[in-house]
Nanobody, 121 residues
Framework: QVDLAESGGDSVQPGGSLRLSCVAS????????VGWFLQVPQAAGKEPEG??????????SYVDSVKGRFTISRDNAKNSVFLQMTSLKPTDTGRYYC????????????WGRGTQVTVSS
């Protein structure tokens, strides 16, 4: 059975750090590009926004709002992708999803169920 499971979300103060994990089962995550997406509370009902992506050969991309603060990586031996988040801001608050995608910027094959990140003082 195909599954993507995110973990690592938490409540932190501004300036804090978190590391999100995305673990796949039932398929080989390393054969896919993987994106991290953010659903902010203000955009409920809309599609999550792609914030970072890593290709099958490790090329990474980021939206401007997280560039320099977030780092995406993958460990194919663990069938996993990670998002290291530093210097967190209240505007980073939301539900974070990972998805296996056809290519960075392409359509998603599989979605996880998300993990909640709350940044507040």
């Amino acid at each position: 059975q195909v599954d993507l499971a995110e973990s690592g979300g938490d409540s932190v103060q501004p300036g804090g750090s978190l590391r999100l994990s995305c673990v796949a089962s039932g398929f080989t995550l390393g054969a896919h590009a993987v994106g991290w997406f953010l659903q902010v509370p203000q955009a409920a009902g809309k599609e999550p926004e792609g914030i970072s992506c890593i290709s099958t050969d490790g090329v990474t991309s980021y939206v401007d709002s997280v560039k320099g603060r977030f780092t995406i990586s993958r460990d194919n031996a663990k069938n996993s992708v990670f998002l290291q988040m530093t210097s967190l801001k209240p505007t980073d608050t939301g539900r974070y999803y990972c998805a296996a995608v056809t290519r960075c910027g392409g359509e998603a094959h599989y979605w996880g169920r998300g993990t909640q990140v709350t940044v507040s003082s």
